[in-house]
């Protein structure tokens, strides 16, 4: 699979390198190149070239829609950076660091247009559907953050509020993904919606179990530092499941500590382990990864491929959720 899934990023990449941006204005487009140039995993345009794939289509046929959701992606982390007053974007500047705010939310504007210029390769057939999709999954994701800066400051959050937060924000784009490879592949209506679930579900319990390794996963193999959710008082499924399941002083406990900002976060990371953990919340948390990545396998069950073409499916789900425990 990880070969399959490094010929699929690399074709990708060859592409990307040559959509041609315009040279001027420079400091609209420069901030364009430099945020498509900085990497990233690339697991939603490598989304839709295996579901295309899959279905028959060429892979040169599925890389404008492939492009359009990777720009599309690109240029939410350039609008959340400003919104978030991040300093660092994979190891790099923010592109509002590195210019400045206004800089950034015109170049990120202007990219939000050319991921829909992407799907103007298609004909009248394909696009309309695509662009109806499109449109629905942006919107979505702009929800999705919305609900996100929204629970910053509620005291109260409720668990299937902060699911559906995660689904508009992280899960609809790689259902978004999925679903458009197989409209390029000529898939049946049924089989892009099962294509969609299938992202949707694998798109919960991969952002659950970020949750979950942010907490208790290896620094060394995590790639971000462990904790950091706690630290930044960010309520969390494990935060929020606590306090349902906690005693009364530990969930008391756990609001106070997520109430400040303290001057050791390390004590203060490993005490609202400990209750995340003698709470029963990671372990809920285990569950939940386990109930989605299962849900989103049983989508695959009704799709009209070839067993060997479905299991390519599971393989991918399988590498992409195996992340160290």
Avoid at 64 to 73: G, K, Q, R
Avoid at 108 to 133: C, H, S, T, V, W
Avoid at 302 to 316: A, G, N, T
Wanted: charged share 25%; hydrophobic share 40%.
């Amino acid at each position: 699979m990880t070969d399959s899934i490094t010929a699929y990023r690399q074709t990708f990449l060859a592409h990307l390198s040559q959509v041609d941006l315009p040279e001027t204005p420079k400091d609209l487009y420069s901030p364009i190149q430099y945020i498509l140039d900085i990497g990233g995993k690339r697991i939603r345009p490598v989304l839709v070239l295996l579901s295309a794939d899959l279905y028959g289509a060429g892979v040169e046929e599925a890389l404008p829609a492939a492009t359009a959701v990777e720009i599309f992606h690109n240029f939410t982390l350039i609008h959340d950076d400003i919104m978030d007053a991040a300093p660092l974007r994979r190891g790099k500047m923010t592109v509002h660091e590195k210019w400045d705010t206004n800089t950034a939310i015109l170049s990120g504007d202007a990219m939000l247009i050319e991921a829909y210029r992407q799907l103007e390769a298609y004909p009248p057939e394909e696009f309309k559907p695509m662009m109806n999709f499109f449109s629905k999954t942006a919107l979505e994701v702009c929800e999705g953050q919305r609900f996100d800066m929204d629970y910053e400051t509620l005291d109260q959050v409720g668990i299937d509020q902060y699911l559906k937060m995660i689904e508009f924000k992280t899960a609809v784009l790689l259902g978004c993904a999925l679903r458009m490879g197989a409209l390029v592949g000529g898939a049946s209506p049924a089989d892009q919606e099962a294509m969609y679930m299938f992202g949707i579900q694998l798109g919960l319990a991969f952002q659950l179990q970020d949750d979950y390794l942010d907490v208790y996963g290896d620094p060394e193999t995590f790639g971000k530092q462990v904790g950091g959710d706690i630290i930044e008082n960010k309520k969390t499924f494990l935060y929020l499941k606590a306090l349902e399941l906690a005693s009364d002083e530990e969930a008391r406990e756990l609001r106070d500590l997520y109430s400040i900002k303290t001057r050791d976060p390390q004590a203060k990371v490993q005490r609202v382990t400990q209750i995340f953990k003698s709470s029963g919340s990671a372990d809920a948390a285990r569950d939940m990864i386990r109930m989605y990545t299962n849900e989103a396998f049983q989508q695959l069950e009704s799709l009209k491929l070839p067993e060997d073409r479905i299991s390519i499916l599971k393989e991918f789900g399988e590498w992409l959720l195996n992340r160290n425990f």
